[in-house]
């Protein structure tokens, strides 16, 4: 699965949309981009994932930019339950891959009040 | 439509006992994943199942851990001997189709060794 690249950490102010990049410059054309997040002490949440074209959903819009090698998550209305660790994943979906998810640091979203 | 049930979810084992932790994937669900996060660490993935069958291994520890899918019943995620270092919270997802990115996690269970 192709590295990405996330920020340690970012704020955002309750209400407004929280837009978190990824960089995944190695991506191989047949790999997906997900995005996954954390909230503390829980398990993973599924948010959305992409091939190569913007994908939404009732929880956040994923834009991926035309030569795939990076992808910003759109949280468009932050709320503080949205406070977690967001993971951006490459992988191939669906039989290509021979393990799990491979999570890495992400990315510490804190919704500020 | 009950999501992934792990049970126990606090579990407190002395060293060399044995730990047993259950998982119920979705319904319709035939793929299992149990994945650990060690205190202030990432989710690691340990060990990838279909009813029946171990498909992948690769994140297993070597000695003490076994897992299982029966063909009823939940999954089955032991530990013998249990040490120190096993404790860590212990995350099971299950996906309708197998190796897929999309996956859906239970609540975890959180192992105390002491």
């Known amino acids: 699965d192709a590295k990405t690249t996330q920020p340690t950490s970012m704020d955002c102010a309750e209400g407004r949309a929280a837009n978190l990049p990824c960089n995944h410059s190695?991506?191989?054309?047949?790999?997906?981009v997900y995005w996954y997040r954390q909230i503390h002490s829980q398990g993973p949440q599924y948010i959305i994932h992409?091939?190569?074209n913007n994908e939404t959903n009732e929880m956040a819009s994923l834009i991926i930019t035309e030569d795939r090698k990076s992808s910003t998550l759109i949280l468009p209305h932050a709320t503080l339950r949205d406070t977690a660790v967001y993971y951006c994943i490459v992988r191939v979906a669906g039989g290509g891959g021979a393990d799990g998810l491979t999570f890495g640091k992400g990315t510490h979203l804190i919704i500020q009040p | 439509n009950a999501g992934v049930m792990q049970n126990p979810r606090h579990l407190v084992r002395r060293r060399g006992q044995e730990a047993r932790l259950r998982c119920s994937p979705m319904?319709?669900?035939?793929?299992v994943y149990w994945y650990r996060q060690l205190p202030e660490e990432g989710l690691k993935f340990m060990v990838y199942l279909q009813k029946e069958n171990i498909i992948d291994e690769s994140g297993m520890p070597k000695e003490r851990f076994s897992a299982e899918f029966p063909k009823e019943g939940p999954s089955i995620l032991r530990i013998q001997q249990v040490v120190r270092g096993d404790s860590a919270a212990y995350f099971c997802a299950s996906s309708p189709r197998g190796l897929d990115g999309e996956q859906y996690f239970g609540p975890g269970t959180r192992l105390t060794v002491t």
């Open positions: 190695t991506i191989s054309g047949n790999e997906y």
């Open positions: 319904k319709g669900h035939s793929h």
């Open positions: 992409g091939l190569k």
